[in-house]
């Protein structure tokens, strides 16, 4: 027990973290500097091979950066799983969110041409969708988070029983940790299996960058919380818990269908499941006040 413990210990720490987000921002900067050069070797000699799959517009490279830090959101996501299934659900959220939003920077770098943007309506429709639910999402977050600060603490659990639930709860995130890295190596694998098949049998790109990685993660993440939510039954039993942990689980499978859904219906997807989240912690705080006020009325009389 000790040993897990301390391993999520000097990964959560706070000198660990900053250097892993100096880090990140690096290579944001690296790649976003790599890909600008890529895209104007591109556009200077066209007739290259290799290069023709990249996009001639410099607004692509906006996308590259903003993968690297979803990549470190997803590292601190795994970091907030033991602290609460809230703040894990909330850090869910924001990725989702920052995904769509990426795929903004996506779309405009779609425009052929900036002058004759009425002839380019599907584009227009694409990018109008994924700034719209994109802004959506932003809010609902907000809201998420206001919900869960008026949510009132009600021990329930012994001091013992809440050091048994955070330790399995770290193991989860230390399982999740590794799942990530692997997850990460394979992304890349494949990525560069790509490229090399188009160089040398110059087989088209298969592969969605979009949701590269994050399809298979999110898969990962509903069997992670489906294990807490079960787990919970063995620490508390009350009807509001239980009923808020199977309102997240039902969140995050929604979350993981949007991923899959068609472009101009996934972040609108991905907003109903922040709309469950939202309402399954209303629910659970309604509940919860009306149990603390039944508590102090049994203990004044």
């Known amino acids: 027990m000790i040993t897990h413990t301390r391993l999520y210990k000097a990964l959560s720490d706070e000198s660990v973290k900053s250097q892993i987000e100096k880090w990140t921002v690096y290579f944001a900067f690296f790649f976003f500097l790599t890909h600008l050069a890529l895209i104007a070797l591109r556009n200077t000699f066209p007739e290259v091979v290799l290069l023709q799959p990249l996009s001639a517009n410099y607004l692509n490279a906006l996308y590259t950066p903003f993968s690297i830090i979803l990549v470190y959101e997803v590292y601190l996501l795994i970091l907030a799983l033991p602290l609460s299934f809230s703040k894990s659900m909330r850090?869910?959220?924001?990725?989702?969110?920052?995904?769509?939003?990426?795929?903004?920077?996506?779309?405009?770098?779609?425009?052929?041409?900036?002058?004759?943007?009425?002839?380019?309506?599907?584009?227009?429709?694409?990018?109008?969708?994924?700034?719209?639910?994109?802004?959506?999402?932003?809010?609902?977050?907000?809201?998420?988070?206001?919900?869960?600060?008026?949510?009132?603490?009600?021990?329930?659990?012994?001091?013992?029983?809440?050091?048994?639930?955070?330790?399995?709860?770290?193991?989860?995130?230390?399982?999740?940790?590794?799942?990530?890295?692997?997850?990460?190596?394979?992304?890349?694998?494949?990525?560069?299996?790509?490229?090399?098949?188009?160089?040398?049998?110059?087989?088209?790109?298969?592969?969605?960058?979009?949701?590269?990685?994050?399809?298979?993660?999110?898969?990962?993440?509903?069997?992670?919380?489906?294990?807490?939510?079960?787990?919970s039954f063995m620490f508390s039993q009350t009807y509001s818990g239980l009923l808020r942990n199977a309102g997240f689980v039902c969140s995050t499978v929604i979350l993981r269908i949007s991923l899959s859904a068609e472009p101009q219906y996934s972040g609108w997807i991905a907003a109903i499941a922040l709309i469950t989240g939202i309402l399954a912690q209303l629910i659970y705080v309604y509940f919860t006040n009306l149990d603390m006020k039944q508590r102090e009325q049994e203990s004044s009389e």
């Open 91 to 231: 850090k869910q959220y924001e990725i989702i969110s920052l995904i769509v939003i990426r795929n903004v920077f996506k779309d405009i770098s779609m425009f052929d041409d900036f002058d004759q943007l009425a002839g380019q309506k599907d584009v227009i429709i694409q990018l109008a969708s994924d700034l719209g639910s994109g802004l959506l999402l932003f809010f609902l977050v907000g809201v998420f988070y206001h919900v869960s600060l008026r949510r009132k603490t009600m021990n329930l659990l012994t001091d013992d029983q809440i050091k048994r639930f955070v330790y399995l709860k770290e193991r989860v995130a230390l399982i999740l940790l590794f799942i990530f890295i692997t997850l990460t190596l394979i992304s890349v694998w494949d990525f560069v299996d790509e490229v090399y098949r188009f160089i040398v049998y110059e087989e088209p790109f298969s592969i969605d960058l979009g949701v590269i990685f994050f399809v298979e993660f999110y898969t990962v993440m509903i069997f992670s919380d489906v294990f807490i939510f079960i787990a």
